[in-house]
């Protein structure tokens, strides 16, 4: 593997941010609409560690949907502090809703993309893949779903001993839409829709098979690696037996819903318990929370009292009704950023400031992710003949 030689600055955010000096760093950006800017509270704490932005010293930037935007502003030479800003400058804009009765459901797409396919050209222009990388010395790994050849689309380009990606030539504003294209929020670009659709909602995994087997070889190799995931936080959905089989409402939208947001957070949990798990020998650090209040009692109290959605003043007062957040929910923005700046808090108080996996716990998961424990209960119903011959069968 090609050594990284490392300036003056370099060095010292890798010994802020305890990484060995032989690793390439990947940041991995997860998926999840206006909850983006929970990730970038993070972000900018890691920058501030560091004493300098993290496209000067870190080497791949991986993303989808909102995480791929994040990833690609980073590729492209923004600091998370910029980012932040057009963050709040375009969320109100981009969920701009495509008339008075367009509707995820009967009438999608809910939004229209106009505004943010103005703002992309405002600030990244017509620079290519390949543009932003050789520029920034940096690498690029952002997923898509093709719908027309029926598969994952991974938006790549890597400098090796040669610049190479089947789409380094693409335009990066055209990449950052195909990421964010989630439908019934918003319209195909062609045939591409967020990258969210697949497995790869948090792309990990599919980023360090890229970098380490196929368009990154002869820069990454394992267990040369530092990888910092983050994740927009998870709600968590316990579904009651009896929910299960009536939910409230119409069937297929209760169950859209579900397997939308389910199918993504299990990949997700997958590959970040594959990690844990020592299959890939690496330096892995994964930061999530669960939108509960039991996941927000652990966080540091913060003041809530100017926002107005709610009558909670302090983040422990919020209800889980509060934290239902949907990924285009704009009038919870600035309770996503709170949260982030809470988790940000969080991560410093131990004084671990990046520096360690978040999974202090009895079985190495997530610390501030809540897990339901009732497999007691059913255990003893499941080896019960008379209780499966008691259930509905339709």
């Given at each position: 593997m090609a050594l990284k030689t490392l300036t003056p600055a370099q060095k010292t955010a890798?010994?802020?941010?305890?990484?060995?000096?032989?690793?390439?760093?990947?940041?991995?950006?997860?998926?999840?609409?206006?909850?983006?800017?929970l990730t970038l509270q993070m972000l900018k704490k890691m920058e501030e560690i560091a004493g300098i932005p993290l496209n000067q010293f870190c080497d791949l930037f991986a993303g989808t949907s909102t995480g791929g935007i994040i990833a690609g502003l980073l590729a492209s030479g923004h600091s998370a502090v910029e980012i932040e800003q057009l963050y709040i400058q375009l969320v109100s804009k981009v969920f701009l809703k495509r008339g008075l009765?367009?509707?995820?459901?009967?009438?999608?797409?809910?939004?229209?993309?106009?505004n943010y396919r103005v703002a992309l050209e405002q600030v990244l222009g017509d620079a290519t893949l390949k543009d932003v990388c050789t520029k920034n010395n940096v690498d690029i790994f952002i997923t898509s779903k093709d719908l027309t050849d029926n598969e994952e689309t991974y938006f790549t380009c890597f400098n090796t001993t040669e610049v190479k990606g089947t789409y380094q030539d693409a335009l990066l504003r055209t990449v950052l839409e195909a990421t964010m294209s989630a439908p019934t929020y918003f319209s195909p670009l062609e045939r591409f829709v967020d990258g969210g659709t697949t497995t790869y909602n948090n792309p990990s995994l599919a980023a360090i098979m890229e970098a380490v087997n196929y368009d990154g070889v002869g820069r990454y190799s394992l267990p040369n690696i530092t990888m910092f995931s983050f994740g927009t936080g998870k709600l968590v959905k316990s579904v009651s037996p009896q929910q299960a089989a009536n939910p409230g409402g119409i069937d297929a939208y209760f169950w859209l819903n579900y397997v939308m947001d389910e199918s993504s957070q299990d990949a997700?949990?997958?590959?970040?318990?594959?990690?844990?798990?020592?299959?890939?020998?690496?330096?892995?650090?994964?930061?999530?929370?669960?939108?509960?209040?039991?996941?927000?009692?652990?966080?540091?109290?913060?003041?809530?009292?100017?926002?107005?959605?709610?009558?909670?003043?302090?983040?422990?007062?919020?209800?889980?009704?509060?934290?239902?957040?949907?990924?285009?929910?704009?009038?919870?923005?600035?309770?996503?950023?709170?949260?982030?700046?809470?988790?940000?808090?969080?991560?410093?108080?131990?004084?671990?400031?990046?520096?360690?996996?978040?999974?202090?716990?009895?079985?190495?998961?997530?610390?501030?992710?809540?897990?339901?424990?009732?497999?007691?209960?059913?255990?003893?119903?499941?080896?019960?003949?008379?209780?499966?011959?008691?259930?509905?069968?339709?």
């Open positions: 890798y010994k802020n941010l305890n990484i060995d000096p032989k690793n390439r760093i990947i940041i991995s950006l997860d998926g999840g609409g206006i909850r983006g800017i009765l367009a509707n995820r459901f009967l009438n999608p797409p809910a939004y229209d993309k106009k997700s949990t997958m590959q970040v318990d594959l990690f844990r798990a020592g299959i890939m020998k690496l330096d892995y650090r994964r930061f999530q929370i669960s939108f509960d209040t039991a996941a927000i009692q652990k966080l540091p109290n913060l003041d809530i009292t100017d926002l107005h959605f709610t009558n909670a003043n302090n983040l422990h007062s919020l209800t889980d009704e509060d934290l239902n957040v949907q990924m285009d929910d704009v009038s919870k923005f600035d309770l996503m950023k709170t949260i982030g700046t809470a988790m940000t808090q969080y991560i410093m108080d131990d004084s671990s400031q990046f520096q360690r996996d978040l999974n202090n716990t009895p079985h190495l998961r997530d610390e501030l992710v809540t897990a339901f424990d009732n497999v007691g209960t059913i255990k003893a119903n499941v080896t019960n003949s008379g209780w499966i011959d008691s259930q509905p069968s339709s």
